[in-house]
């Protein structure tokens, strides 16, 4: 029986070689994921995370770390609160040889969250120009990403999530479209109009002609200033006063200039002192005195004092007259009469 079907032995003996050695490549290579121990962790998205499936890379800065092991939304898992919005759940599994947080191996949530207040986010990435994308665990700016809000405690370990560059693009694009939806388009061509009409009304009654003539007038005359004759004024005026200024340094320099402060200050003293003198005050008041009783004098003797004064006068112009007469005669002082003439000889 076996030599009336010899070429199905064959084939089945193959077959069963081919599994085996199939089977045991599987082990092999599979072995280690099958038995390799895994830390699972979760974040949750507010936004569309088109491109990401199951078994898309999870990576630190482009080193691989694991894979997503599940996508599904948070109210399926821990139930749908009110007021509580709906996120999309996504769980990794990674490898905790490279993803290492305590000095153990084993991640720790505490920790995790001191990194997450420095800023450690997860993200949504795309993955070249095929529309798949990834998940990147990196910091960024903490107070730029803020948490999103959840009530309830996570399962497994939590990274909080970060809006992927490509969300951010498009909000921002989305923000620009409102805004441009919101303004006046026709208002503002119009009121735009209508200040061109008018800038061209003003700019027609401006006198061209006039300000170019009166320009031109203007700068003939500046032609005929002495520009030459002024810089070299300037430059005179330039030498003279630095040689003021050295006179002055000199006078400054002076040592008997620089002296004068001290004996004006002594001089200050020195009077200062003389006011403070109690016999200054003293003095003064004898002064006063005085001039109290001259005063008095005075306001008594004034018709006498008057008379003098007549008397001195008249003294005064006899005196004048007298030295007049001598000057012309002055012999007659001594001997009382007139000189008479000398008979000429005939």
Do not use: C
């Amino acid at each position: 029986m076996s030599s009336a079907h010899p070429p199905y032995f064959r084939l089945g003996l193959f077959v069963v070689i081919g599994v085996v050695i199939g089977a045991v490549l599987l082990v092999a290579f599979g072995a280690g994921r099958w038995f390799a121990s895994s830390v699972t962790l979760e974040t949750y998205f507010d936004e569309s995370v088109q491109g990401l499936d199951i078994g898309s890379p999870v990576k630190y800065r482009g080193v691989a770390l694991g894979t997503v092991s599940s996508i599904g939304f948070t109210g399926a898992k821990y139930g749908h609160q009110r007021g509580q919005p709906q996120y999309v759940l996504v769980e990794m599994e990674l490898r905790p040889d490279r993803f290492r947080t305590g000095g153990d191996g084993v991640p720790d949530q505490e920790q995790l969250n001191r990194q997450v207040e420095r800023g450690l986010r997860v993200r949504l990435a795309p993955q070249g120009l095929t529309g798949t994308s990834y998940l990147e665990i990196d910091y960024v700016d903490a107070k730029a990403n803020k948490t999103l809000p959840v009530s309830w405690k996570p399962d497994a370990l939590y990274i909080p999530s970060a809006h992927s560059a490509v969300a951010q693009i498009m909000e921002a694009v989305q923000n620009v479209i409102s805004k441009t939806q919101n303004l006046d388009i026709e208002g503002t061509v119009d009121r735009l109009n209508r200040l061109l009409d008018t800038t061209e009304r003003q700019l027609g009654e401006v006198p061209f002609k006039d300000l170019a003539a009166s320009l031109l007038r203007v700068s003939q005359r500046l032609e005929k200033v002495p520009t030459d004759q002024i810089g070299r004024d300037a430059q005179a005026l330039l030498v003279e006063l630095r040689q003021t200024n050295t006179s002055l340094q000199q006078l400054v320099s002076d040592p008997a200039w620089q002296g004068a402060a001290s004996d004006v200050a002594s001089a200050a003293a020195g009077a200062k002192a003389l006011l403070n003198d109690p016999a200054l005050a003293k003095t003064l008041q004898h002064l006063e005195r005085v001039s109290g009783r001259l005063d008095s004098l005075v306001g008594s003797r004034d018709a006498e004092l008057a008379d003098t004064l007549d008397n001195l006068h008249a003294i005064t112009t006899d005196l004048r007259a007298l030295s007049e007469r001598a000057r012309h005669n002055p012999s007659g002082l001594l001997f009382g009469a007139d000189p008479q003439p000398y008979p000429l000889p005939r």
